[in-house]
């Protein structure tokens, strides 16, 4: 039987954000006083929520060989998350992200990869052996497609569950979405990649119907407030998110994923996992930042024991 150990691979930036009324239009230059740098990157961030959420993780990204990098490595090192798989570039600067985020929480994100643009297959070499023993792979789309699809290709050639959240949205080869469990695309990715408009949850449900007619076992549609809809290809079903005041969405959608790598680690099933999920973004987007916002898990056992104080079972 696999271990619950879970693997993440993917990217690290350093997010550098300022807060202002309103997302600027080209052309447009918005005075604001409020900015800050705060650890980001989806893998990274998805790597410190497995962390946060009680999950045994294992990261493996590359770095500059600069400051940021060094920074980078003793933060993850500190939240417990296993560094052995990290490499460092000497060539090529961290990843960093230039980031807006408005007075409703919404942003808008500019990325340079550096470093996170070269995590190529020899990287994972030494790494397979992690992934082969792992319970679940996690990975997003911000470090080069062909080692994305290296990684779901050897994971899932040795019975490894497969969770790909295919952000920053890009068109995925058919091969490759054949070998993923679970993909957790947002309404603007399930739009691409089922080509068609999603709206609402209906149109959420039809998209994630034709994504798994594409031969993905399991598609989780993000819907943000309105919740998660879950398709396996025959059931659609909804997840509804807690109603919160949203300060920043910033890693929302990776918190989510985090969380739900680490539920079905601990052997819930996906609707239960999905719930468990929507639960730690709904916190994360009450705070800023990226890292700076996801949730410990002793902050998600005081929210349910809360909810379930509010409204006992009848």
Request: hydrophobic residues 50%; glycine residues 8%.
């Amino acid at each position: 039987m696999k271990s619950a150990k879970i693997v993440v691979v993917g990217s690290s930036n350093m997010d550098m954000v300022v807060k202002t009324d309103h997302i600027p239009v080209p052309g447009e230059t918005v005075l604001s006083g409020s900015f800050f740098m705060n650890a980001g990157g989806k893998g990274a961030n998805q790597a410190v929520a497995v962390a946060r959420l009680g999950g045994e993780v294992v990261f493996i990204s590359k770095l500059g060989n600069d400051l940021f990098g060094k920074q980078f490595s003793q933060l993850f090192s500190n939240e417990g998350i296993d560094i052995t798989h990290l490499r460092f570039d000497d060539e090529r600067p961290s990843g960093v992200a230039l980031i807006t985020v408005d007075k409703a929480g919404e942003n808008s994100i500019v990325v340079a990869s550096g470093a996170n643009a070269h995590l190529k297959d020899e990287d994972i070499a030494s790494a397979l052996k992690e992934i082969e023993t792992a319970g679940i792979v996690l990975l997003q789309l911000e470090i080069p497609l062909l080692t994305v699809q290296h990684v779901v290709a050897y994971a899932a050639g040795k019975g490894v569950k497969v969770i790909l959240n295919p952000a920053p949205a890009a068109a995925l080869p058919a091969d490759m979405l054949s070998q993923v469990d679970i993909l957790t695309p947002n309404k603007t990715e399930a739009a691409m990649i089922a080509g068609m408009d999603v709206t609402d949850i209906d149109s959420a449900g039809r998209a994630a119907l034709a994504i798994c007619s594409m031969g993905v076992k399991n598609v989780v549609v993000t819907m943000g407030p309105l919740g998660a809809v879950i398709c396996d290809g025959k059931k659609i079903s909804l997840v509804r998110a807690r109603e919160v005041e949203t300060v920043d969405t910033t890693a929302a959608g990776d918190v989510f994923n985090g969380a739900l790598a680490v539920a079905l680690s601990e052997g819930r099933d996906l609707e239960a996992a999905v719930g468990f999920a929507c639960e730690a973004a709904a916190i994360s987007v009450t705070r800023l930042g990226a890292q700076s916002s996801i949730p410990h898990r002793n902050e998600l056992v005081a929210v349910q024991l809360n909810l379930a104080s509010i409204n006992p079972a009848n």
